[in-house]
């Protein structure tokens, strides 16, 4: 079948494309290469393989037919000419750096980027590499317009960030960084391909963590870059293979069966999500809740512009101190108490409490800020957990 056939839509990829079935026995599922060479069969062969050859391969670390499956898929979701999947999200993502940015080069980066990246960005990369770093709040486009300068060479986004859910404008600041040259990541975790494709804003680089939704049931870790523009593609390439951040088959394999399901488990973990943010908006003791899908969400017209729908993810600030903030986390029972998210099971964590209050405040948010991660295990007893725990403050 041709392939191209099954590009129709984002549930026909997850379910088809990119999978050749004559080339394992026409199994449904594929087979987890598991192995770290493949053989030639003389000297020539081998020297004159093409490592870019979407059918050739030579080495783990290059290239696995597991890995490459997922990764035609991840591209054609987010509909660029290339995808490659990592170990992690910072393996994806400090590629990502290292294949954009020179000695010497300055980074612009929005205040609330994933905490690791933000770190690497800010103390390896100048320590290392002599680059600088311009932070940005993200909401205004004028303050990226002050912020990129001849000197940019890589812009970082998040949109939505995610403990604040602040939104930046893809699309704009993509115009801005071209006219310099700067080249445009964004992690694109929270709305999955499902919801935002900021390669059709203009952005240049995706990147997801897969250990959140991609993978989907909290039993992988791994990232993935996805790119648009062919002759980049291959420094990406180049770059994942000398860092050697690939991911193993096995992860590649859960990541496909985990994404198999993914149109349908997003918009279960929205739907859910907006209920639990219209409950929390409207209780007494809250006094802000962060969910761009809400109405009153400041930058809703913007979330309307370039996202499709909203998943699980939100976070709210109590009317009361962080003593009573940590109660309420602490009396939950269906929302365990754990970093990441993207799984089937419901979480509540509190990102800022142990930054100072300035820290907290610089990044738009407060040491009580609660997140939650909307999960799989039916809205109502979510809702009453919720309400149970916000009685006893
Ligand atoms: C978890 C996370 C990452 C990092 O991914 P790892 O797979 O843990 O390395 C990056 N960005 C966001 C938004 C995340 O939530």
Known sequence: ?????????????????????????????????????????????YFDADKFDKHTYIYGRVQNPTVRILEDKLAAL????ASYVFSSGMAAATTAVQATVKAGGNIVCIRNAYGPLANYVSEHCPAAMGTTITWVEGNSVEEFKEAITENTQLVILESPASVTFF?????????????????????????????????????????????????GHSDVIGGVLVVKDPDFAKVVADKRELLGGI?????????????????????????????????????PKVRKVNYPGLESFPQHELYKKQMR????????????????????????????????????ESLACMPMLRLSDEKAQWMGGDQNTIRLHIGLEGVDALIADLDDALANI
């Open 309 to 344: 729908g909203c998943t699980g993810l939100l976070s709210f600030e109590i009317e009361g101190t962080k003593e009573q903030a940590k109660q309420i986390v602490n009396s939950l029972k269906v929302f365990k108490i754990g970093v990441s998210w993207g799984g089937f």
């Open 1 to 45: 079948m041709d392939q191209e056939f099954y590009k129709s839509s984002p549930e026909m990829i997850t379910a088809h494309y990119g999978e050749e079935y004559e080339r394992y026995y026409n199994a449904i599922v594929p087979p987890i290469y598991m192995n770290s060479l493949n053989i030639f069969p003389n000297i020539d062969a």
């Open 167 to 215: 939104l930046q404008d893809i699309a704009a600041v993509a115009e801005l960084a071209h006219a310099v040259g700067a080249k445009v990541y964004i992690d694109n975790t929270f709305c999955t391909p499902v919801y935002q494709n900021p390669l059709d804003l203009g952005a240049d680089i995706v990147m997801h963590t897969i250990s959140k939704y991609l993978g």
């Open 78 to 81: 987010e509909h660029g000419c």
């Open 247 to 283: 991911i193993g088959p096995m992860e590649a394999w859960l990541t496909l069966r985990g994404v198999r399901t993914l149109s349908v488990r997003v918009p279960a973990h929205g739907a859910a999500a907006l209920k639990v943010a219209q409950y929390l908006e409207n209780h």
